[in-house]
């Protein structure tokens, strides 16, 4: 990495391309940058839809000695391999990372450098992360593998014990919807100009405040989950119908924002919108009829069962939505009018 790839002018060109919260963490790879530090692995954790790609691929153009840019998985270049799971796989194919490992051996064409990325790095079964440990244990000369991390706890301890590891914290009450209205608006003004306020508040609180998850539901047309968790409460028999329309969404983010809505619950700190919502018979920040002790088992029924669609495959989504949102409907009984 040349000192013209971090200088002040290429640092202020870089930042530009990035949200406030990923300054912090850009800046602390150009300090290991300009220290001739930069590590052979680096393991960005962040939680999921914080831009964790946006920092990646200025940190491949600062590698690579290229001007900063963003997308540059769509770019061409000898000495860049964006990694992504082949489609409909859970993980990523030992077939993949031996192929990443021979193009990391292979001699640099540009300056020296090559750079492997690997979103969801994660997702990898036994035998695909013991043939990445290999290559970490030995690197070859200029290589870099740039690991992006949503749940550092599911990638293998010896793999994140032999990286440097870059973590994006930004705050889930940060106000993103100007940046969330932007991404949107990029792709689609007509969406952006439809954005209903209270919509975007329970997208927001559905998703932690991740602007790029947001975003792409907006544009997706997927619905906040709040209604049809309250419409079900009312109304039991609508249990079906939408098991059926969330059977067609990602169903671990989806179980992920339902999990919310239950801490939510026992905390006693549910968002205006659902202390609000016009539900006869039922007083949510009252605690319902569930105890917290119930309602955290419920958590943990929710969280196996975001486990079970996330790492198996060939369950029935269908049948399992429908008896967590019976559960739902017990636990939360409505009382007589």
């Known amino acids: 990495m040349s000192e013209s790839s971090v200088s002040s002018e290429y640092a202020e060109q870089a930042k530009a391309l990035l949200p406030p919260w990923l300054h912090k963490a850009h800046e602390a790879a150009l300090t290991m940058a300009e220290s001739d530090r930069f590590p052979h692995a680096l393991l960005v954790q962040s939680p999921l839809g914080w831009c964790e790609r946006r920092l990646a691929a200025i940190l491949v153009c600062q590698i ?17 391999k964006w990694l992504e799971r082949e489609e409909g796989s859970i993980f990523y194919k030992v077939a993949q990372i031996r192929e990443s490992v021979g193009f990391m051996q292979r001699t640099a064409q540009g300056n ?26 030995e690197p070859p000369p200029g290589s870099h593998w740039l690991l992006l991390c949503n749940e550092p706890g599911q990638l293998l301890p010896t793999i994140r014990s032999r990286c440097q590891t870059l973590v ?11 940046f969330i209205t932007g991404l949107v608006a990029d792709t689609d003004a007509d969406i952006a100009s439809a954005i209903k306020p209270v919509e975007l508040a329970m997208l927001r609180f559905e998703f932690l405040g991740a602007p790029e998850q947001v975003a792409a539901a907006l544009l997706l047309g997927e619905e906040p989950i709040w209604p049809f968790l309250a419409g079900v409460l009312g109304d039991r028999d609508l249990i079906s119908s939408v098991a ?52 955290f088992k419920f958590v943990d029924e929710l969280r196996e069962a975001r486990a079970l669609v996330t790492y198996h495959a060939g369950i029935n989504k269908r049948l399992l939505l429908e008896r967590l949102l019976l559960r739902w409907c017990t636990l939360l009984a409505i009382r007589p009018g």
């Open 168 to 178: 994006i914290g930004p705050d889930a009450d940060l106000d993103t919807t100007d």
């Open 64 to 80: 690579l000695d290229l001007p900063p840019r963003l997308l540059v998985e769509e770019m061409a270049h000898a000495d860049l």
């Open 112 to 137: 020296g450098k090559k750079v492997i990325v690997v979103p969801h790095a994660h997702r990898m079964n036994v035998e695909s992360a013991n043939t990445l440990l290999k290559v970490l244990e």
């Open 244 to 295: 059926e329309r969330w059977n067609e969404r990602e169903l671990p983010e989806l179980i992920a924002a339902w999990q919310r809505y239950v801490h939510a619950l026992v905390a006693k700190r549910l968002p205006a919108y659902v202390v609000s919502a016009e539900l006869p018979n039922i007083s949510l920040n009252q605690g319902v009829g569930a105890s917290a002790e119930k309602l």
